[in-house]
């Protein structure tokens, strides 16, 4: 664990590397010994503030810089590369198929229920079994994951493994390797240990999820179906380098063997606060020693009602017997054992009727049959459409008309088919048929070598042509407000604007002629467009609808070049070796940039005005360390805006609140569970106008709220 003063030394160290770059490449093979050794304990210190405490103390370009001096060091001299060194994290691809091993101490199922009942009786067979009138127990979330088995020996992480049936499971080490949030090394010896084995989960953060399936979408695959399939399939592919992409994370709860046996922590809470200790990431914070079954059952109730609000999909919690004296006893079953028990939250699925299948066309071309589902309530939602993605995916679930369907609705993403319930089959379901031509201008569809979709490739196809204006003026892209689907048809349809570059060069007298628009609605339209040219890089690259191009890569190409043109010309060899693009989406950014009627819609933009080119900031960071999370309607500006607000200030701005969170800023009509969770984590809640008054010193947001033109929200 690091103490406050070695966190000090470590910022300080920090600092000292990062002002010596051309000392640390011209020392000797001794001085670089050790340069290294340090380099490697201050990046360990980085990843743990960055990955498992959200908190990050120097930015990503100075964490970048650390790095390689840590890998050109090792370039130079090999024989100094050590098995924890965080250049280690990505090996090459695997080839074959994944070794089975044995794990340490077999990985057995819990028991689960869903009622009060049912936990009171799991208490009533423990205290039999013990002979005590209490028990105290440790409860903790249920996290949503695919179970592993770490194994660290001498202080090393040296084996990482699927939970497999339990006995057996898969070697998959190099692809653990790479998750952030397991350390390549920990200090057991220093508690008298010399092998563990530690048992955990591989999760994906829900924003994490969203951001993942939405880049799955843009590239025309159908998304995953929750975090835990997103997380499982992601363990056991077959390239470690493809594994680092999807942002994995690792949550450890369980000690399941120790050697030697005497160094075993005496109870699951003292085992878990040594591995939050040693750096790991843990339900430490989020865990309760409970007196007796009724604690129990009120802190699961507490954690039900806010589990909308936690950064990881939930499906209940784990109640466990805290005296590991007592597991002896209690002994297992064939399945589970009988000191741990699941209680289960309500589930996120349903069935329902599949009535109909319409076919959408896409902003890219990409044809999407859609299912008109019977009405059906799924998490507090009506769900009564369900996407199909493409041919294959209907195919592979056999999905017909008239079938009966298990829909699932989690981590706040997209209804999904989960199954067909073919046993309720009455022989009248039909079989779905793929269109031929596109719905919208008729043109014949074509399926390109190696993709999974249809596609329209006709360019002035109406239904694209409306959506990439929709699309340009969203609140994550351009930020026009008004500029929606209807209007985006009605500026087609009347000949106003074919291509986004048309929008700025509209008048309010252009936007009279739109239906139901009179004098200001129309002013308020050329307003939000005029207003919209300032938004930055990053929101322009993902506006234009390149393929395979989401949030998260645009930012990533606006920090890499001063402006537009730079991405325009730059080889895709070069545009691959940025962080998190590849080959795949490299190419489909060369492709945009070839295609002259592209650039000429840039050219568009430029001659309007519109920024092309990234913003260099630079100056204070009143908010760095602070996590913001805001509630209910703001007046000022929308969410967006200030949660850009905060970051641009060095803040982090976060949707969901939990212990990191410093401020839950509450606008209008609050959501109660943000409320509640913050009041339950001690959270400080401050008003709309207390956060304006904390950022008015740097940001004028008064005066962008009059810029941005009448009852617009920036």
Not at 64 to 93: C, G, N, W
Not at 273 to 289: A, S
Not at 370 to 387: A, F, N, R, T
Not at 415 to 441: H, L, M, Q, T, W
Request: negative net charge; charged residues 30%.
């Amino acid at each position: 664990m690091y103490t406050p003063e070695r966190e000090r030394e470590l910022i300080e160290l920090s600092k000292r590397l990062l002002g010596e770059p051309d000392r640390i490449k011209r020392a000797d093979k001794e001085e670089a010994r050790r340069y290294a050794s340090i380099l490697r304990e201050v990046i360990n210190y980085h990843d743990y503030k960055y990955y498992v405490q959200a908190s990050p103390v120097v930015s990503d370009y100075e964490y970048d810089l650390l790095f390689k001096a840590l890998k050109d060091i090792e370039s130079r001299y090999p024989e100094l590369i050590t098995p924890d060194s965080p250049t280690q994290r990505v090996a090459s691809e695997i080839s074959g198929e994944f070794p089975t091993v044995r794990h340490y101490a077999p990985m057995l199922s819990l028991d689960n229920t869903y009622t009060e009942e049912e936990l009171r009786d799991f208490d009533r067979r423990v205290r039999e079994l013990v002979g005590l009138d209490e028990i105290e127990y440790s409860v903790e979330p249920k996290y949503d994951g695919a179970g592993i088995a770490l194994v660290y020996r001498n202080d090393l992480f040296t084996r990482g493994a699927t939970r497999g049936d339990g006995e057996t499971g898969e070697d998959i080490t190099p692809n653990l390797r790479t998750v952030r949030t397991i350390p390549l090394k920990a200090d057991f010896s220093e508690f008298g240990i010399e092998l563990i084995e530690i048992r955990g989960e591989v999760l994906i953060n829900k924003e994490e999820f969203r951001k993942m399936n939405q880049e799955r979408l843009d590239e025309g695959l159908p998304p995953f179906a929750n975090p835990r399939n997103a997380a499982a399939g992601s363990i056991r592919l077959q390239n470690p380098k493809e594994v680092a992409k999807r942002r994995l994370e690792a949550v450890v709860y369980q000690v399941s063997y120790v050697e030697p046996e005497s160094k075993h922590p005496p109870t699951h809470y003292e085992s878990i606060k040594l591995l939050h200790e040693l750096g790991f990431k843990t339900p430490f914070k989020d865990m309760k020693l409970c007196k007796g079954i009724e604690e129990v059952i009120d802190y699961c109730r507490q954690w039900e009602s806010v589990r909308e609000d936690y950064p990881y999909e939930l499906d209940g919690m784990v109640v466990k017997v805290n005296n590991k004296e007592f597991y002896e006893v209690l002994g297992f079953t064939s399945h589970h054992p009988r000191w741990a028990i699941a209680f289960k939250f309500k589930p996120k699925q349903a069935t329902t009727k599949l009535l109909k299948v319409v076919f959408q066309v896409g902003r890219v071309g990409t044809i999407t049959p859609v299912g008109k589902l019977e009405p059906v309530q799924i998490g507090g939602v009506v769900v009564s459409s369900v996407s199909l993605f493409n041919e294959d995916f209907i195919k592979e679930k056999d999905i017909r008309v008239g079938d009966t369907v298990l829909i699932e609705r989690a981590g706040e993403v997209i209804p999904y088919v989960v199954e067909v319930i073919k046993e309720a089959r009455d022989g009248d379901e039909a079989p779905i048929e793929f269109p031929k031509n596109c719905p919208s201008c008729g043109s014949k569809l074509v399926k390109l070598p190696g993709e999974a979709a249809y596609r329209c490739i006709n360019i002035a196809c109406p239904a694209q042509v409306v959506l990439r204006l929709k699309h340009w003026g969203s609140r994550e892209a351009m930020d026009i407000r008004g500029l929606g689907e209807s209007t985006a048809k009605a500026l087609y349809e009347k000949g106003l604007a074919r291509d986004v570059g048309d929008l700025y060069y509209l008048k309010p007298l252009d936007l009279l002629k739109l239906p139901n628009f009179a004098e200001k609605s129309a002013n308020n339209l050329y307003e939000a467009i005029q207003n919209s040219k300032n938004r930055g890089l990053d929101r322009v690259l993902y506006g234009l609808g390149i393929r395979y191009v989401g949030h998260t890569t645009a930012k990533k190409l606006s920090e890499s070049v001063r402006d537009i043109w730079e991405l325009a010309e730059m080889p895709a060899e070069r545009l691959a070796d940025i962080e998190g693009i590849g080959e795949i989406v490299a190419n489909s950014i060369k492709e945009f940039f070839l295609r002259e009627e592209n650039l000429e819609v840039i050219r568009k933009l430029e001659r309007a005005g519109v920024k092309l080119s990234r913003d260099v900031v630079k100056g204070e960071e009143p908010l760095k360390g602070m996590v913001f999370v805001f509630t209910g309607a703001l007046e000022c500006c929308s969410r967006e805006r200030a949660g850009e607000i905060v970051e641009s200030l060095g803040g982090l701005f976060s949707n969901s609140v939990s212990k990191k969170t410093t401020y839950l800023v509450v606008g209008k009509e609050p959501g109660r569970t943000k409320l509640s969770r913050a009041e339950q984590l001690g959270v400080k809640v401050i008003t709309e106008e207390e956060f304006i008054n904390m950022v008015s010193k740097y940001v004028d947001i008064e005066k962008e709220k009059r810029e941005s033109g009448p009852g617009r929200l920036f």
